[in-house]
């Protein structure tokens, strides 16, 4: 999991030129406020010592998170399998190399890195378990997955709204192939690689 978060928190700027939102003035400029202005390495200190400031921190990045679903156009959910534990520990990854940068552009770059896989519509959810593991995840997604796995050549099956055996032991293989433990879960540093490998 390290090794992943580091290669995916850095190449995450080569793609910081999509736009995420219109939102701004004549300009393109707009204020950053809050926990966002805070930098790399008090983040990580905070982080480290998990203390009140990193959960505000926290709330800081689902508060972004919810304020680009409202108002991006063309969007439900950008960040439709990514917890706020995801994105705080790649934001920590990067931040441990560049402790000068705030929180905002790296959590930025996160959302424009994955803009494309955001849910562009209300989807409804559903349970999906692998042994005693569970999670619930948007239908749009179940589906999504399916694909990036039949596009990597691992799903042969049809494109459905269930995480069925078939689609299981495609992730396992898919997992496999990427040096992960084939637990055939779609956890999230596996969908992240799934998703970011097209």
């Not at 910081?16 to 204020?31: F, L, P, R, T």
């Not at 409202?70 to 969007?75: H, P, R």
């Not at 898919?174 to 097209?198: C, M, N, R, V």
């Amino acid at each position: 999991m390290r090794r992943l978060v580091g290669v995916l928190a850095l190449s995450m700027f080569a793609f910081a030129s999509i736009s995420v939102a219109a939102a701004a003035d004549q300009k393109g400029e707009y204020s950053i406020r809050g926990a966002g202005l805070v930098s790399c390495q008090i983040y990580n200190q905070e982080r480290t010592a998990r203390s009140p400031a990193y959960d505000v921190i926290g709330g800081w990045m689902d508060g972004y998170i919810t304020g680009i679903n409202q108002y991006a156009g063309d969007t439900y959910d950008a960040a439709p399998f990514e917890t706020t534990e995801l994105y705080a520990a790649l934001v920590s990854e990067y931040c441990k190399k560049h402790p000068e940068t705030t929180v905002f552009a790296v959590l930025n770059s996160l959302v424009k890195y994955h803009w494309k896989d955001r849910l562009p519509a209300s989807s409804p959810k559903a349970e999906v378990v692998v042994g005693k593991q569970k999670a619930m995840l948007y239908i749009e997604v179940i589906r999504q997955i399916q694909q990036r796995l039949s596009q990597r050549g691992f799903y042969h099956g049809k494109v459905t709204d269930s995480y069925e055996p078939a689609v299981q032991k495609a992730m396992g293989a898919f997992q496999s192939s990427i040096h992960f433990k084939p637990t055939g879960f779609p956890d999230e540093a596996s969908l992240w690689q799934l998703f970011a490998a097209q």
